[in-house]
């Protein structure tokens, strides 16, 4: 259904005409293992709401219906799920949209890398906090992790590269992903930022299943 050295090359693949929540997870095993989320669940329905019921600190319970801002999975993660897939069966206004680092490297200055290295962050999530770097690596390939609702700069290094992430964020342009129906994406996690536009007055559900590196 896909290869795997086309979503490699392009850090985002787009495919058409999945129908069901079988054909996605045939989708997902046909790319990596299927790593299970610790909510437990290895493909989850994401609904729209207004947050209230959502579980706290999430973005779901800071935004409610409202944009999400840029962000990489499951950040919290040792090692964030190296893959994201995402499939929807119904229209939605609603895009997914994403920056790449690529876009993002040509939009900071010579030592944003050097930065990023040499930075610490503070990650809190309801299940306790921890101190992390905003790159990793595995077998060979590295990685950036970039969460602003869970992860704090903690040294002056993480304020600085903090600081020009976000301005680079702002002065490119995303791409965007429009749900028509029968849609899945499949995005490079470790190599794109992505994030939802607001919810206007419909029932959006998505599903989404986590992969390994």
Same mark, same amino acid.
């Given at each position: 259904?896909?290869?795997?050295? /086309? +979503? ?5 693949? #787009? ?20 790593? !299970? ?8 329905? +994401?609904?729209?709401? &207004? ?18 801002? $840029?962000?990489?999975?499951? *950040? $919290? ?11 929807? $069966?119904?229209? %939605? ?9 690529? &876009?993002?490297?040509?939009?900071? %200055?010579? /030592? ?12 809190? !999530? ?10 990793? %690596? ?5 990685? #950036? ?25 702002? *002065? #490119? ?6 749900? /028509? ?13 992505? %994030? ?12 989404? #299943?986590?992969?390994?590196?």
């Amino acid at each position: 259904m896909l290869e795997l050295g /086309d +979503l490699e090359h392009n850090g985002v693949a #787009i495919i058409d005409n999945v129908c069901s929540r079988a054909e996605l997870i045939e989708l997902a095993k046909s790319i990596g293992k299927i790593r !299970t989320h610790p909510n437990g669940e290895d493909v989850f329905t +994401l609904k729209s709401s &207004d947050g209230r019921n959502s579980l706290p600190g999430t973005l779901s319970n800071i935004y409610g219906l409202s944009a999400f801002p $840029f962000h990489t999975d499951t *950040a $919290f993660w040792g090692i964030p799920a190296r893959y994201v897939v995402m499939g929807m $069966f119904r229209k %939605s206004q609603c895009t997914t949209n994403y920056i790449s680092l690529s &876009d993002i490297a040509g939009a900071v %200055s010579r /030592d944003f890398y050097a930065k990023a290295e040499q930075s610490i962050y503070l990650v809190e !999530t309801f299940e306790g906090c921890k101190y992390t770097s905003p790159v990793f %690596s595995r077998n060979r390939v590295w990685g #950036i992790r970039f969460d602003p609702n869970i992860m704090k700069p903690a040294n002056g290094h993480a304020k600085k590269f903090h600081g020009e992430l976000l301005a680079a964020m702002g *002065a #490119i342009q995303p791409k965007k992903v429009h749900w /028509d129906g029968d849609k899945a994406v499949v995005f490079d996690n470790w190599k794109n930022l992505h %994030s939802r536009s607001a919810v206007n007055n419909e029932r959006r559900e998505i599903l989404r #299943i986590y992969l390994e590196g």
